[in-house]
């Protein structure tokens, strides 16, 4: 959905520019004092001098190292290479082949040497190009002589005959599964036994699913204090803005790749525009209640954010969307100047709300 990925991308450029240098303490910006000041005034905050809230811990299980192993092993499965008989339609065989239309090679028309399998009897080639490789032998080289049809796509090809100088390399034989063993660990990864790469694996998912339960964790605080809270009224003005935002980037993104609307919102996994819209509407008036309730929380804890700060965020995203003018940028993800300072506040007011978090949700008292 395309507010989540907005806000993936925003959270990502945000903790590479605190982690480089940003200031917790340092001057607020207009922006950001005007923003607080005005969001303050459409909640009333709930009680977050302590924050109840249930702790996800992820475990590493034998399966997840099970299924590293398995994935290992399967992406160096092999096929049986034979070359001790002729080919028969059926096969699969791995060839090479450089094509010429009156002696002169075209483009797409050459493995260039990487070899290429194609399934004998597949109808994967024009014309008989299949047929006229069954009956060679892997190691020979022979022309497969060919006429690309008159309706071919590329109009260059079209109704011409060529030739193919191919080499028949080998026919595939059955999948051959290597086995699990220090030897094939030490030549397939960079570790030296199956025990030393299975503890690098249950490692590396143990960093994984603390930095996913932290993330989790930190939802969890963040929205008890949201549920606790009673927005009275939204900023209509600024809801609109930022759906006609997201919708008018969505109808950009059609009309730069020449196709309808209603295409790009299949593609996210809407039936039509209209129930994109409903959607976006709806998710947008979330995200705003978040906004809401996190300026507020800054507002009165005096949590700050400085255009250095958001300036940094701006220059963590054009590095890491490619894009290198922001008013692009903006346009093409539905951002305001003004959410480059909310990543920020959001940040901190999370750190903030974390000193006041129970992690014990049976104390916690009945709402």
Do not use: W
């Not at 605080?221 to 949201?226: E, K, R």
């Amino acid at each position: 959905m395309k507010l989540k990925k907005i806000s993936a991308m925003l959270v990502s450029a945000m903790c590479v520019a605190l982690l480089s240098g940003c200031s917790v303490g340092s001057a607020d910006s207009k922006i950001s004092a005007d923003m607080k000041k005005k969001y303050n005034s459409y909640v009333t905050l709930g009680d977050y001098s302590k924050v109840y809230y249930e702790p996800v811990h992820t475990e590493v299980t034998d399966n997840d190292i099970q299924n590293d192993i398995d994935s290992l092993i399967s992406s160096k499965k092999t096929k049986a290479q034979i070359t001790d008989r002729v080919a028969t339609m059926g096969d699969a065989v791995n060839i090479d082949y450089v094509g010429t239309i009156d002696g002169v090679a075209f483009d797409g028309g050459n493995t260039n040497g990487a070899g290429t399998v194609l399934v004998l009897g597949s109808h994967s080639y024009i014309d008989t190009f299949e047929q006229q490789i069954a009956g060679h032998k892997p190691g020979e080289e022979f022309d497969v002589k060919v006429k690309f049809p008159d309706d071919y796509g590329a109009a260059n090809l079209a109704g011409k005959e060529a030739v193919f100088a191919t080499k028949l390399n080998y026919i595939e034989g059955e999948e051959i599964t290597p086995k699990y063993s220090d030897a094939f660990v030490a030549s397939n990864t960079d570790y030296k036994t199956t025990a030393e790469y299975e503890e690098a694996m249950r490692k590396k998912h143990e960093e994984t699913n603390s930095a996913s339960d932290a993330a989790q964790n930190e939802e969890a605080i963040l929205q008890s204090v949201i549920d606790s809270s009673i927005v009275g009224k939204y900023p209509e003005k600024d809801l609109k803005t930022k759906i006609d935002s997201i919708q008018g980037s969505i109808q950009d993104l059609a009309d730069s790749n020449g196709v309808d609307v209603n295409s790009v919102v299949k593609m996210y996994g809407y039936s039509s525009i209209d129930e994109f819209k409903n959607n976006i509407a709806d998710n947008v008036k979330k995200e705003f209640t978040r906004r809401i309730v996190v300026c507020a929380i800054a507002y009165n804890e005096k949590i700050t954010c400085s255009d250095d700060e958001a300036d940094a965020i701006i220059q963590n995203m054009l590095k890491t969307s490619g894009y290198t003018d922001v008013d692009a940028l903006n346009k093409a993800y539905g951002y305001a100047k003004e959410d480059y300072y909310y990543s920020v506040l959001e940040k901190k007011v999370i750190d903030f709300l974390k000193t006041k978090a129970v992690a014990s949700p049976s104390d916690a008292p009945a709402k």
